[in-house]
T-cell receptor, first 114, second 110 residues
Framework: GAVVSQHPSWVICKSGTSVKIECRSLDFQATTMFWYRQFPKQSLMLMATSNEGSKATYEQGVEKDKFLINHASLTLSTLTVTSAHPEDSSFYIC??????????FGDGTRLSIL | DAKTTQPPSMDCAEGRAANLPCNHSTISGNEYVYWYRQIHSQGPQYIIHGLKNNETNEMASLIITEDRKSSTLILPHATLRDTAVYYCIVRVINNNDMRFGAGTRLTVKP
């Protein structure tokens, strides 16, 4: 079946650095991908919709200059957390929708900022 | 989108059927009911979805009431690996950005 892959699965970095997370659709093309964030013991919150070849659409309250999204190909979207701080530590999850199938999710990236 | 209401937690004995309810009393005619689950530290996993007819697949069954105001996800023989948070989401089928509520934390006990 359709697979969505995220990389890395876990990253630890120092405060002030930027971190890039990749989301790939392995066996299908995705013109649209979605990025979610999940804090401990909370539900997933949609951050933004990534659109291939155009600007991402951000949910209210999500800083577009803080969370840079690039969707340069039909199989890859990247989320860059710029100048990360401890409050950005979270579980980041991407998803995509194969043709005629429900939304498929990646296994997430756990980001820890020291 | 229609709002869903689920119990925050449920327990189920291993090998028994797990019945997870979901209320969606404001559902519209073109909205589907989707179920996903999230096992700890993983991304959500699609389980099943339906519009108005009952649905069954290799993972579960979905029972939707005739008035479509509620539904029940049935795991026929729960195993310890079914312990997860289960999310019921109501969405128009072409709106792909799934919005997650709090879900039901199902704990399957030996």
């Amino acid at each position: 079946g359709a697979v969505v892959s995220q990389h890395p699965s876990w990253v630890i970095c120092k405060s002030g650095t930027s971190v890039k997370i990749e989301c790939r659709s392995l066996d299908f093309q995705a013109t649209t991908m979605f990025w979610y964030r999940q804090f401990p013991k909370q539900s997933l919150m949609l951050m933004a919709t990534s659109n291939e070849g155009s600007k991402a659409t951000y949910e209210q309250g999500v800083e577009k200059d803080k969370f840079l999204i690039n969707h340069a190909s039909l199989t890859l979207s990247t989320l860059t957390v710029t100048s990360a701080h401890p409050e950005d530590s979270s579980f980041y999850i991407c998803s995509a929708v194969p043709d005629n199938q429900p939304q498929h999710f990646g296994d997430g990236t756990r980001l820890s900022i020291l | 989108d229609a709002k869903t209401t689920q119990p925050p937690s449920m327990d189920c004995a291993e090998g028994r059927a797990a019945n997870l309810p979901c209320n969606h009393s404001t559902i519209s005619g073109n909205e589907y009911v989707y179920w996903y689950r999230q096992i700890h530290s993983q991304g959500p996993q699609y389980i099943i979805h339906g519009l108005k007819n009952n649905e069954t697949n290799e993972m579960a069954s979905l029972i939707i009431t005739e008035d479509r105001k509620s539904s029940t996800l049935i795991l026929p023989h729960a195993t310890l690996r079914d312990t997860a948070v289960y999310y019921c989401i109501v969405r128009v089928i072409n709106n792909n950005d799934m919005r997650f509520g709090a879900g039901t934390r199902l704990t399957v006990k030996p």
